[in-house]
């Protein structure tokens, strides 16, 4: 321990500042990615929000915004200013320009994150079915399907993990139970109509 106050007395004040920053920064970083791994609940703050404009409103925040002013971005620009710091500090003697590059990373690491944030939003998916989402899908007949539009019967298709059953009709002859199908359009909101493969 006495070996690191003496390396931390030693540094430059400017690099003192930087050090201290980016350590302090790594340290809750690691603190919140351990607690967002366990399951421990979001613990940003704050009322200033940023809209990506992805047309959703949805995000990994609550409240359908990523927070741009928030505990945890805040530690991101924390992070990126005291290593964007640290590591410019040997190529960049000028303690002004040193400092706005430092800034600039810390910028670039917070837009990285709310990247990122929001691209794993892109991939997340919330299981609602819409019948639009039937179209294309091949389905078995659960209960025969009358010809020429003469009457309903039913169909199953897996979607996403769970088992759909909807009503079915076709243009063309009936076709029995345990038949294949294709959807080829919704009618009337709650209707697929298919074909028979």
């Given at each position: ?97 040193l400092a706005l590059v430092a800034l600039l990373t ?92």
């Open positions: 321990m006495e070996t690191i106050t003496s390396w931390y007395n030693a540094l430059d004040p400017t690099m003192r500042v930087y050090w201290g920053i980016a350590i302090f920064a790594s340290g809750v970083f690691l603190i919140q990615m351990v607690m967002t791994f366990i399951g421990i609940g979001d613990i940003d703050g704050g009322d200033a929000d940023f809209d990506l404009g992805d047309g959703s409103g949805n995000t990994l925040d609550t409240g359908g915004t990523l927070q741009l002013f928030s505990v945890r971005n805040i530690i991101n620009f924390l992070l990126g200013v005291g290593w964007g710091g640290v590591c410019f500090s040997q190529t960049i003697d000028n303690h002004t320009l810390g910028c670039v690491f917070v837009g990285v994150f709310l990247f990122l944030f929001s691209q794993m939003h892109r991939l997340e998916h919330d299981g609602t079915f819409r019948i639009e989402d039937a179209v294309g899908q091949v389905a078995d007949v659960y209960l025969r399907i009358p010809g020429e539009r003469q009457g309903e019967g039913k169909i199953q298709f897996s979607f996403q993990g769970s088992v759909q059953e909807l009503p079915a009709i076709t243009d063309g002859p009936g076709i029995a139970t345990g038949q294949k199908v294709r959807v080829r359009e919704v009618i009337g909101g709650h209707t697929l109509l298919v074909e028979k493969l």
